[in-house]
């Protein structure tokens, strides 16, 4: 019951793992802040009922793997992952010691972190994107641009979310009556060239797929895509601000807090593999009405009525 948390004989052990540095300037680690908070409001308190052990990987694989390894041997009764190459560490920590993860990701089932979303059959559970999120980017810049027929979509496959986020933007414009030609770029040195390879190809707009390096660099891509006229849709906001169209963010505000739900279920003796990972949280969406303008694009109302947040 929430409030009254007669754990081990010791307060219970959460360990949380982040890839990034904490105060990262690019990937936002409030999201810890956030469930921290949400334990607290169902009567966690901190060093008391619960304690933390908070773990930053600074974006180095070898350095994230140490922390996964480190809160297994601590042990933690439940761990929370907050993005993917930590639920990829983890994965592989707890392959022998079946610790509980609570855990963002892009696709759960891609990832072989579980077996179904109701069932997930494994010690992963948590929450994801709600059903055909990468779906709305696509009727997003159907919708934003006329006669939308060629969308490019910028690649980069190293960042393992990326090729089944590329299947689902494929299968929606396909659906939509759009060809999506991919280009595959793995270094900044080749945004120009592929920028210029979409401009040259006869694509009226990007998909801009997952990955840190576009992320990281989202004021240089959202000059690209506004030289060149190419409304752009992704999951950065860093893109959106400098030159893109838009953002469809995952639902992680909303979601983090509620995570803390699911942990305390955990601790009272729930199963993971029998806890239905949420995709009930829509995340929002950020039309930058600016660039739109410099775009040339007159949206239609209904549209922009469906933003969460409007930039002008």
Not at 264 to 290: F, Y
């Amino acid at each position: 019951m929430q409030g009254q948390h007669n754990g081990p004989g010791r307060p219970y052990r959460v360990g949380l793992i982040h890839v990034v540095a904490k105060g990262d300037p690019v990937i936002d680690t409030q999201d810890i802040v956030d469930f921290k908070r949400g334990m607290e409001a169902i009567g966690y308190r901190e060093n008391v009922d619960v304690v933390y052990q908070e773990l930053y990987g600074n974006r180095d694989q070898d350095l994230i793997q140490a922390h996964a390894e480190a809160l297994v041997a601590w042990p933690a009764d439940v761990i929370v992952s907050f993005l993917t190459n930590a639920n990829i560490a983890l994965k592989k920590a707890t392959r022998d010691v079946k610790i509980p993860v609570v855990c963002w990701a892009t696709n759960h089932i891609e990832a072989g972190l579980a077996e179904s979303y109701r069932r997930p059959g494994m010690n992963f559970t948590g929450f994801s994107y709600i059903p055909y999120n990468n779906w709305a980017k696509v009727r997003l810049l159907k919708m934003a641009v006329p006669g939308l027929t060629r969308i490019g979509h910028l690649y980069n496959p190293t960042y393992s979310p990326a090729p089944a986020v590329m299947r689902e933007f494929a299968d929606a414009a396909r659906a939509m009556g759009c060809e999506m030609p991919i280009y595959e770029t793995l270094r900044t040195e080749d945004f120009e060239s592929s920028v210029l390879a979409m401009k040259r190809d006869g694509c009226q707009a990007v998909l801009v797929g997952p990955h840190a390096l576009f992320n990281m660099n989202g004021e240089v891509l959202g000059r690209l895509f506004l030289d060149a006229r190419l409304p752009a849709v992704g999951n950065q906001m860093s893109i959106t601000r400098a030159g893109g169209l838009a953002t469809i963010s995952p639902g992680k505000k909303k979601g983090w807090p509620m995570m803390a739900q699911v942990v305390d279920q955990i601790l009272h003796g729930a199963d993971p593999a029998q806890i239905p990972i949420d995709r009930s949280m829509r995340g929002p969406t950020t039309l930058n009405l600016n660039n739109a303008r410099r775009l040339g694009l007159q949206l239609p109302a209904s549209l922009i009525d469906e933003a969460d947040v409007l930039i002008e």
